[in-house]
């Protein structure tokens, strides 16, 4: 339904900062709830933090609560992730997705998006 696609991403020292962007063609986007995932090689695909249609409402993983920031523009068609304070531990590759899901609970379950895009790597270095 929706066609993503991830930019951004980068080799960052430890303690340094990163943003991702994600642009979507489609004059609905602000009909979806936006979401971020990585997987590193060996690991499972892992919730990051998404954002509700109106950017109101938030949501973060432990693992980057405090450090992360995710914000979306819809005049823009972009979904932003803000990476502050970055661990060797959040080399990944990075992926956005796009649900029209109703329940906003279910902005945390992968299987609730429809649309992925391709992907873009970050890096971090000790």
């Known amino acids: 339904q929706v066609q993503l696609v991830e930019s951004g991403g980068g080799l960052v020292q430890a303690g340094g900062s990163l943003t991702l962007s994600c642009a979507a063609s489609?004059?609905?986007?602000?009909?979806?709830?936006m979401g971020w995932f990585r997987q590193a090689p060996g690991k499972e695909r892992e919730f990051v933090a998404g954002?509700?249609?109106?950017?109101?409402?938030?949501n973060y993983a432990d693992s980057v609560k405090g450090r992360f920031t995710i914000s979306r523009d819809n005049a823009k068609n972009t979904v932003y992730l803000q990476m502050n304070s970055l661990k060797p531990e959040d080399t990944a590759a990075y992926y956005c997705?796009?649900?029209?899901?109703?329940?906003?609970?279910?902005?945390?379950?992968?299987?609730?998006?429809?649309?992925w895009g391709p992907g873009t790597q970050v890096t971090v270095s000790s």
């Open positions: 997705a796009a649900t029209n899901a109703g329940q906003w609970a279910w902005v945390l379950r992968a299987d609730r998006y429809h649309s």
């Open positions: 954002i509700s249609w109106s950017g109101v409402n938030t």
């Open positions: 489609t004059r609905t986007f602000s009909n979806y709830v």
